[in-house]
């Protein structure tokens, strides 16, 4: 393997450093600590004069290892894994951002982000706007001079409206503001943004990176400069919001399969979006990779494919969403996603069940929505489990 070797590559070789047993898979260094040879080697390594692992709150080789891969997935010069995706964009924000700096966020996120934005950072003197992430005027027109971070989604949870992430990147570098997106929901098997101008991205390795809904873990990834100096890595080393040892092993193997997946995501979330919009009793479609989305020659552009996540409005209100839902027999009731078992939700009843309802319908999520993560099963099992319920 090489730096420039392809994505599938890498996704199975970066990051390997074998130990003196020579083993074929990557172990798994479950030790909270690290032995020194004498006091004079304790003190270099703590001093920084000497690399090499001390305390895994901070330094582990097999989290090292899952930083490395997914920093060669991404393009990036620098990972640092968290603990959850949460404490991956908490310590983007706490190694970065002081009391008295703004942020620009779009309005459409991931709902603990919102509430750690509004109800948690406020609290410390940061200040968020949030905009409609689709309209790159929004953007610049709530950039202020003490903005210091722009943050997206893209797609957007649930309802997949695309923010233009190199436009954006202008705007912030001009601000002289940085560019964090939370790449979740492409992962960089369908979309790179630091290829299109971002400074960090940012990920919930619960979702999709892992791919087998087992464990939680986060990661935040930019140029060196960035992370290690400019306060994110001491942020981790200090607070401690660190990804154990086991739980980058499940991730490191989960990478390995990571472009594969993405793909047999795309592919079955096309073919469902697609038999979803010719039915009589769905009102309207959300997926970026159908042509009648609106941002569709955008989508195509930022990422490979549609990706995983497919929304949809069933004509009928909340009633019938609900009916659908309880018609399943396949599809799992849980608002994870990014597993290899699909996944049904009812958006204004759960994740966006504590907004209000003039919130909800600002922000367009209607009583008949529901989001579909598309999983690995056979696309025609799981166009027969939903099938039931609408034609109930
Ligand atoms: C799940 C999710 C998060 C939070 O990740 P956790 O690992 O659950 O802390 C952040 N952003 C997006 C887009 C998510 O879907």
Known sequence: MTNDSDFETLAIHAGIHRSQFNEHAEPIYLTSSFVFDSAAQAAARFSGEEPGNIYSRFTNPTVTAMQERLAALEGAEACIATASGMSAILACVMGLLSSG?????????????????????????????????????????????????????????PLTEISDIAAVADIAHEAGAWLAVDNCFCTPALQQPLKLGADLVIHSATKYLDGQGRVLGGAVLGNRRLLMDGGIFGFLRTAGPALSAFNAWVIL?????????????????????????????????????????????????????????????????????????????????????GDTKSTLTHPATTTHGRISQEERDAAGIRDGLLRLAVGLESPLDIKLDLGRGLAL
């Open 253 to 337: 193997k989960g990478l390995e399969t990571l472009a594969i997946r993405m793909q047999a995501h795309s592919a079955h979330a096309l073919e469902v979006a697609r038999w979803l919009e010719t039915h009589p009793a769905v009102a309207r479609v959300y997926y970026p990779g159908l042509v009648s989305h609106p941002q569709h020659e955008l989508a195509i552009r930022q990422q490979d494919t549609g990706g995983g996540m497919v929304s949809f409005e069933v004509q009928g209100g909340k009633e019938k969403a609900w009916r659908v839902i309880d018609a399943t027999r396949l599809l799992s009731i849980t608002a994870n996603l």
């Open 101 to 157: 700096d703004h942020m620009v966020a779009s309005r459409s996120l991931f709902g603990s982000t919102v509430n750690l934005f509004t109800n948690i950072l406020n609290r410390f003197g940061i200040e968020t706007t949030f905009i409609p992430g689709a309209d790159p005027d929004a953007w610049r027109a709530a950039v202020r001079p003490a903005t210091r971070m722009l943050f997206m989604e893209t797609p957007s949870n």
